[in-house]
């Protein structure tokens, strides 16, 4: 089971933030949050990910709590191609190779013009 | 640079047949992991494949097996197929583990349709 709650959906005027909370209460000390965006009948796109501090990359800006337990995904200036359903995820980075993606059903962002 | 190929990009099958779907991973990736899209749901994660061996498995029948090649490309093979496949096939390529950045990149997928 996903790890994580969202909101299953949430709408954007064009132009403006779009702020997207993710819940991962029971986050172990090792595991990163990440976020994942899936365009319609596209494959899942990788936007950022974060262990702790907050990160901010050419997508977008990863806030975590201080005390883990929630995010927000900030994109700063939404457009009409942001539309998609936005996946948060906690996973573990381990040697050896790659930790499986455990996917919630996200939350459907709509951008509106 | 080509990201991940997956090819067919679409494929009809009937129920109890058998479906061979292959994946390219990104250049430099070695790793491939395969997941299963049922409508309005989330990936759901089948297998992994680092080395040529099966490392990770999800909660999936021996019905769906794969293999990875020494190119690093992989199948997914589903036999006995029934109605509830019906779904898109993500396949996803990464690094190594260990690596403070090792996302994931999913190819567009195949879309199975059972009758």
């Known amino acids: 089971d996903a790890k994580t709650t969202q909101p299953p959906s949430m709408d954007c005027a064009e132009g403006r933030a779009a702020n997207l909370p993710c819940n991962h209460s029971?986050?172990?000390?090792?595991?990163?949050v990440y976020w994942y965006r899936q365009i319609h009948s596209q494959g899942p796109q990788y936007i950022i990910h974060?262990?702790?501090n907050n990160e901010t990359n050419e997508m977008a800006s990863l806030i975590i709590t201080e005390d883990r337990k929630s995010s927000t995904l900030i994109l700063p200036h939404a457009t009409l191609r942001d539309t998609a359903v936005y996946y948060c995820?906690?996973?573990?980075?381990?040697?050896?190779?790659?930790?499986?993606?455990?996917f919630g059903k996200g939350t459907k962002l709509t951008v509106n013009p | 640079d080509a990201g991940v190929t997956q090819s067919p990009t679409h494929l009809i099958k009937t129920r109890g047949q058998q479906v061979t779907l292959r994946c390219s991973p990104k250049?430099?990736?070695?790793?491939v992991s395969w997941y299963q899209q049922a409508l309005g749901q989330g990936p759901q994660f089948i297998f992994q494949?680092?080395?040529?061996?099966?490392?990770q498995r999800g909660n999936f029948p021996d019905r769906f097996s794969g293999h990875q090649f020494p190119n690093y490309s992989s199948e997914l093979n589903v036999n006995a197929l029934w109605l509830g496949d019906s779904a898109l096939y993500l396949c996803?390529?990464?690094?190594?583990?260990?690596?403070?950045?090792?996302?994931?990149?999913f190819g567009p997928g195949t879309r199975l349709t059972v009758l």
């Open positions: 996803a390529s990464s690094l190594p583990g260990g690596r403070a950045r090792n996302e994931q990149f």
């Open positions: 029971t986050i172990s000390g090792n595991e990163y």
């Open positions: 974060g262990l702790k």
């Open positions: 995820i906690v996973r573990a980075n381990f040697q050896g190779g790659s930790e499986k993606l455990v």
């Open positions: 250049s430099g990736h070695d790793t």
């Open positions: 494949y680092y080395e040529e061996e099966e490392r």
